[in-house]
């Protein structure tokens, strides 16, 4: 009896033991199975973001979230609603003579009418109810209503557009509203954070966090004047109009576009015109009802490896100008194709983009100090800038030029008046017309086209096919640098011998 109840006691007392250890797993068992994602639920420590010196702002710190740079920013956001009236599709058999028998004139009428609606977004810059917007949000609407964060739906007047930016001004009859702090566009850093408040797909007012993936983006044939920020915050459909904003809140940006891959949805890239550009547009339309922009009247190109060897001057710096229209600033001043602008008022030129940027935020009026590189001769310009004529930039930027091999293949023939006048080119333009470029040839992997004008060959005249000829059998294998008319824009073309 001592004995065995000698050895019931460890028994109970290993017993107890295992129950408490079981017990305590089966606790950190079941404490773990609460907060599983699935659930959506967390114990977890908070992970706080300290604040770091940054020129486009950083997050709040010690805080939970963001709620602090969005909640002052939210009520200035508003969503827009545009209609207007559009040609209805009509069917393919309404000019069909065999249908128009059966059914009379019913297939005689015009082209009908309906409405289209569009939605997008707007920011409230004032507040008596001047509001920022994209132009394709508004364009053409017939109807538009603005609806603030607080639900009051307002009627809205477009005050004046840009497409060239795609800016535009809406007022709303209303004071005391909520508004967002300009910030400044020149001072954001890749990396730095961004957030971006919109109605995408209209299903309300949206708040979405990325950071500044690229400045400066251009040449995606978005807009005329390019300078987009690039951010990988949720944009979609909607969106368009509404803000991107930095970590203290200022806006910095108008949502405008994206890359959607297709899918007409987020991808990650997206792309907002930065704040000084619209607010330059704004405070030029609210002066002026438009935008005036200087004007300098000529063609401009990037300076490639191989132009830079053709014209001896540092590769891709500055802007070559491909094009000087006669009686225009550039011209009067002295500039001519061929010259580089590396400098404008001290400042480098980096590139023709960069270019047409600075002066297209200028004052006509304004004297202007180019440097110029010609042929390797450095050379000080002074102009005064004219007043960008309707439906020209403050400098044309035609498409880029690229390497090829010789031009063997390609067929020319003389102009006439009714080629000029078919190709809408100037009736006073000399040169030869490109009437073949054979596929997969070099000259067709250079960008050389059918409807070309070569008005010039290494920078002599081409005033006929004996002409062209002649150049080209004197230059052999040698490089090649040709003055291309297309359209009625000029722009060189190098051809490298293979």
Not at 94 to 114: C, E, S, T, V, Y
Not at 441 to 457: F, K, N, W, Y
Request: glycine share 12%; net charge negative; proline share 6%.
């Amino acid at each position: 009896m001592e004995r065995s109840i000698y050895m019931r006691q460890p028994v109970a007392i290993i017993t107890a033991v295992c129950l408490l250890v079981i017990g305590a797993i089966l606790g950190v068992g079941l404490s773990s199975w609460g907060v599983s994602p699935v659930f959506g639920y967390s114990h977890h420590v908070p992970v706080y973001i300290n604040q770091a010196a940054s020129a486009g702002g950083a997050a709040p710190s010690n805080a939970m979230g963001f709620a602090p740079i969005f909640k002052p920013a939210l009520p200035a956001v508003v969503s827009i609603t545009s209609s207007r009236m559009v040609n209805a599709p009509q069917s393919p058999f309404m000019n069909d003579p065999f249908f128009q028998q059966f059914f009379g004139g019913q297939f005689q009428r015009g082209p009908q009418q309906q409405r289209e609606r569009g939605l997008g977004s707007g920011v409230i810059v004032s507040p008596d109810g001047y509001i920022l917007t994209n132009n394709h949000v508004i364009d053409k609407a017939t109807d538009i209503k603005v609806t603030l964060a607080d639900k009051r739906q307002l009627t809205g007047k477009v005050v004046g557009a840009d497409p060239k930016t795609d800016i535009a001004v809406v007022k709303i009859d209303a004071t005391g509203l909520p508004t967002i702090t300009l910030g400044d566009s020149s001072k954001i850093h890749v990396g730095d954070y961004a957030f971006a408040i919109g109605n995408p797909f209209g299903v309300g007012e949206t708040a979405t966090m990325g950071i500044i993936s690229a400045t400066g983006r251009n040449g995606l044939a978005i807009e005329n004047y390019e300078d987009f920020i690039q951010t990988d915050a949720a944009i979609n459909p909607g969106n368009s109009g509404g803000a991107l904003l930095n970590a203290r809140g200022e806006l910095i940006g108008i949502n405008t576009a994206i890359l959607s891959g297709g899918s007409g949805g987020n991808q990650g890239i997206g792309f907002a015109i930065p704040i000084n550009m619209a607010k330059y547009v704004m405070d030029e339309i609210l002066k002026h009802g438009k935008v005036v922009r200087g004007f300098i009247g000529v063609g401009l190109q990037e300076v490639t490896p191989s132009l830079a060897k053709a014209f001896n001057v540092p590769a891709e710096k500055g802007a070559l100008i491909s094009d000087v229209e006669s009686n225009t600033p550039g011209a009067k001043a002295g500039l001519q194709r061929g010259d580089v602008i590396t400098e404008l008022n001290g400042q480098p030129v980096n590139g023709p983009n960069d270019l047409r940027l600075k002066v297209g935020t200028m004052t006509p009026g304004t004297t202007v100090h180019l440097k110029v590189d010609r042929s390797g001769q450095m050379r000080d310009i002074t102009l005064t800038l004219g007043e960008s004529p309707s439906g020209k930039d403050a400098v044309n930027t035609p498409g880029g030029s690229a390497e090829s091999s010789p031009m063997r293949g390609v067929q020319v023939q003389d102009l006439s008046a009714d080629i000029l006048q078919q190709l809408n080119i100037p009736s006073d333009t000399k040169g030869v017309v490109v009437t073949d470029v054979p596929d997969g040839s070099p000259a067709a992997d250079t960008g050389l086209q059918r409807g070309d004008v070569i008005e010039q060959i290494n920078h002599q005249n081409v005033t006929s096919v004996s002409d062209y000829q002649r150049i080209i059998e004197r230059a052999g294998k040698q490089t090649l640098v040709l003055l291309v008319n297309r359209g009625g824009n000029t722009t060189f073309l190098v051809v490298q011998p293979e």
